[in-house]
């Protein structure tokens, strides 16, 4: 019997290290297609820890994490979405999340009027 309860334990364990990944993709990715579907731009979520957004953009290929903020191209929906994750003041995490053509459009704007 005690055999048994070590290895549901070592089991679970095992599968709360392995599935880390996937359930900080989950919450990430669930609240920036909420705030897509929902028109938001940008929104701040007290319940999300910086440093998950963070791993989040670095492991969708964000070049300039640093422990504030955090961008990446992210594909919502078959969309690409410039997303910048900051560090909020109050603990959480800040999501800015625009098309990524948008972006693009409004720098070479910008840099037309030089």
Do not use: N, Q
Request: include cysteine; glycine fraction near 8%.
């Amino acid at each position: 019997m005690g055999i048994l309860i070590l290895l549901l334990v070592v089991g679970a364990v095992v599968y709360f290290f392995a599935s880390a990944r996937s359930r900080r993709e989950a919450a990430v990715e669930s609240r920036v297609k909420k705030m897509i579907s929902a028109g938001v731009g940008s929104a701040t979520f007290a319940d999300l820890y910086y440093e998950a957004a963070k791993s989040y953009a670095v492991s969708k290929g964000a070049k300039a994490a640093d422990h504030e903020s955090a961008a990446a191209k992210i594909v919502i929906d078959g969309c690409v979405y410039f997303v910048v994750f900051m560090r909020d003041s109050g603990g959480g995490t800040v999501i800015s999340a625009e098309r990524d053509s948008d972006v693009t459009k409004r720098i070479l704007d910008d840099m037309s009027r030089w």
